[in-house]
């Protein structure tokens, strides 16, 4: 099992930024991707950004695309999600998302099995 806990979220201006943190513990070694995906009160859970676990393949969705930035830190066993510019629009609650199998399709919520609990982003115009 891996347990993931995000940090970070809170309330900010539009043009403002924020860093997003999700740190993994338990069976770490299995993880082979980490990602993040929001979600609004009654809508689907949207996807946002996901990493491999190297590091190095990153894919965006492309509402963030240029603005927010994915990156890992293997020794620490967190992932971040640095968020700039940010939009009334990107408000949602944030979560984040771990994988232990290979898969071609990290824009699928199904695709991911390990899930934090949220963290709530406020953007304010």
């Known amino acids: 099992q891996v347990q993931l806990v995000e940090s970070g979220g809170g309330s900010v201006q539009a043009g403002g930024s924020l860093r997003l943190s999700c740190a993994a513990s338990?069976?770490?070694?299995?993880?082979?991707?980490m990602g993040w995906f929001r979600q609004a009160p009654g809508k689907e859970r949207e996807f946002v950004a996901a990493i491999s676990w190297s590091g190095g393949y990153t894919v965006y969705a492309d509402s963030v695309k240029g603005r927010f930035t994915i990156s890992r830190d293997n020794a620490k066993n967190t992932e971040y999600l640095q968020m700039n510019s940010l939009k009334p629009e990107d408000t949602d609650v944030y979560y984040c998302a771990a994988r232990d199998f290979y898969s071609s399709r990290y824009d699928v919520g199904g695709n991911w099995n390990y899930w934090g609990q949220g963290t709530q982003v406020t953007v304010s115009s």
């Open positions: 338990g069976r770490t070694f299995g993880i082979r991707a």
